[in-house]
């Protein structure tokens, strides 16, 4: 059992209430002695895409509301720079990391060498594969796939079918896996039947909205400009496809998808050239991760109510709700939780009242 975590599991019938108890207990021989005003580490893949920045103000705000104070490194989604940004943080003695990896299967060796120094990690929103991981906090990824698989099936013709080009994230984040299943999850079976027909599909390396452009642009000069939908993953895969449609004078007549409420993708929607995001309420996420980060630091017990098979243990996780967004409910939603402002959103648009 890894000293830095305990692992109490309770009965079946009690942790649909207790959960998954992790308590750290004391500190293992070869960690200092706890600060007062604790220290975390914050490695994170990129700082390219607005919601990664939002992300990191975020956790940095809260963290110092919770009396801690926060290292931050950004490794622009290169394996081997994070792994020296991690060895850095490690070497500058933080009481706890949060790890936001470029790449999961390559971050276990980050985690090995915190857990070497006595450091417990969190993994952030990405999956860590293949280690002993303390603790995984996410949004349901399986259920952000669903909700863009259902927004597609939903707009198949009764008597119809529906064309479709698939643009999925980078290969080496686990979640784009994870999208994708939920996506099928809904799909699949109007594949199978001929109600959906996939005219197109491929992995944006790196999530670039560039590499999503040149995939949207393949599939045009394949099939022609006579497809219905464009299942994007995240805004800024949707933002590269749409440029693309703009291009061929089709923006806003093909259904598109997205992840994240963006900005950009939040106008592109209220516009019409975008049709849907998935919301994840970063404020949340941000809070509690900075929340459980002080947590694990101090030694403290913390709840987690899931857990999530990373390919060597089941890591006790804390996973969040999502929301569908459209023109429809941008008001009732990113804009109500006061994530985007209103001025903004309906910038160059008919703001609702």
């Known amino acids: 059992m890894n000293p830095r975590i305990t692992l109490v599991i309770v009965s079946c019938a009690l942790s649909v209430i207790t959960g998954l108890i992790v308590s750290r207990g004391g500190p293992p021989?070869?960690?200092?002695?706890?600060?007062?005003?604790?220290?975390?580490g914050l490695?994170?893949?990129?700082?390219?895409?607005?919601?990664?920045?939002?992300?990191?103000?975020l956790f940095v705000k809260r963290a110092t509301e919770l009396g801690a104070d926060a290292s931050v490194?950004?490794?622009?989604?290169?394996?081997?720079?994070?792994?020296?940004?991690?060895?850095?943080?490690?070497?500058?003695?933080?009481?706890?990391?949060?790890?936001?990896?470029?790449?999961?299967?390559?971050?276990?060796?980050?985690?090995?060498?915190?857990?070497?120094?006595?450091?417990?990690?969190?993994?952030?929103?990405?999956?860590?594969?293949?280690?002993?991981?303390?603790?995984?906090?996410?949004?349901?990824?399986i259920k952000v796939g669903e909700l863009q698989g259902r927004?597609?099936?939903?707009?198949?013709?009764?008597?119809?079918?529906?064309?479709?080009?698939?643009?999925?994230g980078s290969k080496t984040d686990n979640?784009?896996?994870?999208?994708k299943q939920g996506q099928d999850n809904i799909l699949q079976p109007l594949i199978a039947t001929g109600k959906i027909e996939v005219l197109h599909e491929d992995w944006a390396e790196d999530w670039k909205p560039e590499n999503a452009k040149k995939i949207a642009n393949a599939a045009i000069t394949k099939a022609g400009p006579n497809f219905d939908a464009i299942l994007a993953s995240n805004d800024g895969t949707a933002g590269g496809a749409i440029q693309a449609l703009i291009e061929e004078g089709l923006a806003g007549k093909i259904i598109v998808t997205g992840q994240d409420a963006d900005l950009a993708a939040c106008q592109r929607i209220v516009h019409g050239s975008q049709t849907m995001t998935v919301y994840k309420p970063l404020t949340l996420l941000a809070g509690q991760a900075a929340d459980v980060a002080v947590k694990m630091a101090q030694r403290k017990p913390i709840i987690a109510r899931a857990e999530t098979d990373n390919g060597k243990m089941k890591v006790p996780s804390i996973l969040l709700d999502i929301v569908a967004v459209t023109k429809e409910n941008m008001m009732e939603t990113v804009v109500k939780d006061n994530f985007r402002k209103k001025e903004d959103v309906y910038q160059g648009a008919e703001a609702k009242p």
């Open 29 to 40: 021989k070869n960690l200092a002695p706890i600060r007062s005003r604790p220290l975390i």
């Open 175 to 179: 979640n784009a896996v994870l999208f």
């Open 73 to 141: 490194l950004a490794a622009n989604s290169d394996d081997t720079r994070q792994l020296r940004d991690v060895e850095s943080l490690i070497t500058n003695k933080v009481d706890a990391l949060v790890i936001i990896p470029h790449n999961g299967a390559a971050m276990a060796k980050a985690v090995e060498m915190a857990a070497a120094a006595g450091i417990p990690v969190l993994s952030y929103d990405r999956l860590i594969t293949g280690c002993d991981l303390d603790l995984y906090i996410t949004f349901d990824n």
């Open 151 to 168: 927004f597609i099936a939903d707009r198949v013709p009764p008597n119809g079918k529906l064309r479709l080009i698939r643009i999925y």
């Open 43 to 57: 490695s994170m893949d990129t700082l390219k895409e607005e919601r990664w920045q939002s992300d990191r103000d």
